[in-house]
């Protein structure tokens, strides 16, 4: 290969990381953005007449229609992006997911115009659902169709860690906002995050209008005339096992992911009385950790599979599930952030970093993003929008937090279970039909 080639070919990588991976930031920014204002400034500001706890209830569950509505995205777009391509379903969510958080920007609040207020938020967290419902495996499956055989699960891994970053950008975002003096918080500050997302919009844009379809899509299901009508039920009637192995494996990875940062940020700061900015600044440090860590679990699977991987975040899950709450107990700044580190950067990343490739791998080109966007948003539905609000509601119930920890036990030994029926994919030919896995192609070189 010549050196005009070879800088070709990492030109072409690099557009396809960062393709995939921007639209991951955006959405999982968004997402987590809501997560953190409807913990700490939503409650008072659309749902004002309402006490505190009943507040922050009703601003966790509007938090859980943005999950409702993720698996009607996931079906709509997944099809889609079976029937037509990758490319036109990652530029669509990606525009979907940035209007509705912008506009959330530009909202009057319940004092300025009542009931419609929380109504128009609820509008605007089912457009972010709807696109976010697809984005993610979109995304992953970009990745995993231009990687190299052998690296599937490190090439994948970018998915996630753009969700990282995401996360990152949303708590240092409301860190900055949340240094303003309270009128002015509540005021205006607030707006400010959720208006910033429409630069993300505009690079991830400029960025996914410049890619190409994938080789895997274009070979293996155009080319040979693969393309079915309606790939998401093929997927649930040919493929049962994988898509309930999804299912399982999301009420972890998933119910935790938000159940920690979410739920955990509203407990410290609401039920503890850590201040904000010590709060968010522990949960910011483990972000920040999380990003290497996905990575390295994710190269990890490549090399003794996903479930190994995988199951070893879902035990960690059961293990931390009381020692979160001992150490954020302690109301030390040191250890919330080792709490929060052990959250993010061991339980969830060691999910989170096989994940991509392994979801990717469980189902056939022909159907792969409606099988995998399905199956997993309605896990979503089940785990991730429901942890926040119900832990919020075991707390207020009980008085105390050993039933939050139960509910995080009960998810992390769903996924045990799921995992280890679950078949292993990692030395699997993506580009085969059913009944033809059995030995990894030659790479297929990524194209952009």
């Given at each position: 290969?010549?050196?005009m080639?070879?800088?070709?070919?990492?030109?072409?990588?690099?557009?396809?990381?960062?393709?995939?991976?921007?639209?991951?930031?955006?959405?999982w920014?968004?997402?987590?953005?809501?997560?953190?204002?409807?913990?700490?400034?939503f409650?008072?500001?659309?749902?004002?007449?309402?006490?505190?706890?009943?507040?922050?209830?009703?601003?966790?569950?509007?938090?859980?229609?943005?999950?409702?509505?993720r698996?009607?995205?996931?079906?709509?777009?997944?099809i889609?992006?079976?029937?037509?391509?990758?490319?036109?379903?990652?530029?669509?969510?990606?525009?979907?997911?940035?209007?509705?958080?912008?506009a959330?920007?530009?909202?009057?609040?319940?004092?300025q115009?009542?009931?419609?207020?929380p109504?128009?938020?609820?509008?605007?967290?089912?457009?972010?659902?709807?696109?976010?419902?697809?984005?993610?495996?979109?995304?992953?499956?970009?990745?995993?169709?231009?990687?190299?055989?052998?690296?599937?699960?490190?090439?994948?891994?970018?998915?996630?860690?753009?969700?990282?970053?995401?996360?990152?950008?949303?708590?240092?975002?409301?860190?900055?906002v949340?240094?303003?003096p309270?009128?002015?918080?509540?005021?205006?500050?607030?707006?400010l995050?959720?208006?910033a997302?429409f630069?993300?919009?505009?690079?991830?844009?400029?960025?996914?209008m410049?890619?190409?379809?994938?080789?895997?899509?274009?070979?293996?299901?155009?080319?040979?005339?693969?393309?079915?009508?309606?790939?998401?039920?093929?997927?649930?009637?040919?493929?049962?096992?994988?898509?309930?192995?999804?299912?399982?494996?999301?009420?972890?990875?998933?119910?935790?992911?938000?159940?920690?940062?979410?739920?955990?940020?509203?407990?410290?700061?609401?039920?503890?009385?850590?201040?904000?900015a010590?709060?968010?600044?522990?949960?910011?440090?483990?972000?920040?950790?999380?990003?290497?860590?996905?990575?390295?679990?994710?190269?990890?699977?490549d090399?003794?599979?996903?479930?190994?991987?995988y199951?070893?975040?879902?035990?960690?899950?059961?293990?931390?599930?009381?020692?979160?709450?001992?150490?954020?107990?302690?109301?030390e700044?040191?250890?919330?952030?080792?709490?929060?580190i052990?959250?993010?950067?061991?339980v969830?990343?060691?999910?989170?970093?096989?994940?991509?490739?392994?979801?990717?791998?469980?189902?056939?080109?022909?159907?792969?993003?409606?099988?995998?966007?399905?199956?997993?948003?309605?896990?979503?539905?089940?785990?991730?929008?429901?942890?926040?609000?119900?832990?919020?509601?075991?707390?207020a119930?009980?008085?105390?937090?050993?039933?939050?920890?139960?509910?995080?036990?009960?998810?992390?030994?769903?996924?045990?279970?799921?995992?280890?029926?679950?078949?292993?994919?990692?030395?699997e030919?993506?580009?085969?039909?059913?009944?033809?896995?059995?030995?990894?192609?030659?790479?297929?070189?990524?194209?952009?």
């Open positions: 290969m010549t050196e080639a070879r800088d070709g070919a990492r030109t072409s990588r690099l557009r396809v990381i960062l393709a995939a991976s921007i639209g991951s930031a955006l959405e920014y968004d997402f987590f953005l809501y997560g953190t204002a409807a913990a700490l400034v409650g008072e500001l659309f749902f004002p007449k309402s006490d505190p706890v009943v507040g922050t209830l009703l601003s966790f569950l509007t938090f859980g229609v943005g999950f409702v509505v698996p009607f995205g996931g079906l709509l777009f997944g889609l992006g079976d029937r037509y391509g990758r490319k036109p379903v990652l530029v669509s969510t990606l525009l979907m997911i940035g209007i509705g958080t912008t959330i920007g530009f909202l009057p609040t319940y004092g115009i009542g009931i419609w207020a109504i128009l938020l609820v509008a605007m967290r089912v457009i972010q659902g709807l696109g976010a419902g697809a984005e993610y495996g979109g995304a992953v499956i970009y990745l995993v169709e231009n990687a190299p055989p052998k690296h599937r699960g490190f090439w994948g891994g970018f998915a996630p860690l753009g969700v990282s970053v995401g996360n990152l950008l949303a708590a240092g975002a409301f860190a900055l949340t240094m303003l309270r009128e002015d918080l509540m005021s205006w500050g607030w707006r995050p959720f208006l997302s630069l993300l919009i505009v690079v991830g844009i400029f960025v996914r410049r890619i190409t379809e994938t080789p895997v899509y274009t070979e293996a299901v155009v080319a040979r005339g693969k393309v079915e009508s309606n790939p998401a039920m093929e997927a649930l009637r040919r493929h049962p096992r994988n898509f309930f192995v999804v299912l399982g494996a999301r009420m972890a990875e998933n119910g935790l992911g938000y159940f920690f940062p979410v739920f955990g940020l509203s407990y410290v700061i609401t039920t503890l009385g850590v201040p904000k010590e709060a968010l600044s522990a949960l910011m440090l483990a972000f920040t950790v999380e990003l290497f860590a996905i990575l390295g679990f994710a190269a990890l699977s090399r003794i599979g996903r479930r190994p991987v199951m070893f975040g879902a035990l960690a899950g059961v293990a931390l599930a009381f020692p979160f709450f001992w150490m954020v107990g302690t109301k700044w040191i250890m919330i952030a080792l709490a929060f052990l959250a993010r950067a061991v969830t990343a060691a999910m989170f970093g096989p994940q991509a490739a392994y979801f990717a791998e469980l189902f056939p080109p022909q159907r792969r993003f409606a099988g995998f966007a399905f199956a997993r948003e309605l896990g979503s539905l089940l785990s991730g929008g429901p942890a926040p609000f119900v832990a919020t509601a075991l707390v119930a009980y008085g105390t937090w050993w039933p939050v920890a139960c509910y995080a036990m009960f998810l992390s030994a769903c996924t045990v279970v799921a995992i280890w029926i679950g078949p292993e994919t990692y030395q030919n993506i580009a085969a039909d059913e009944g033809e896995h059995a030995e990894l192609p030659t790479a297929i070189p990524a194209r952009a």
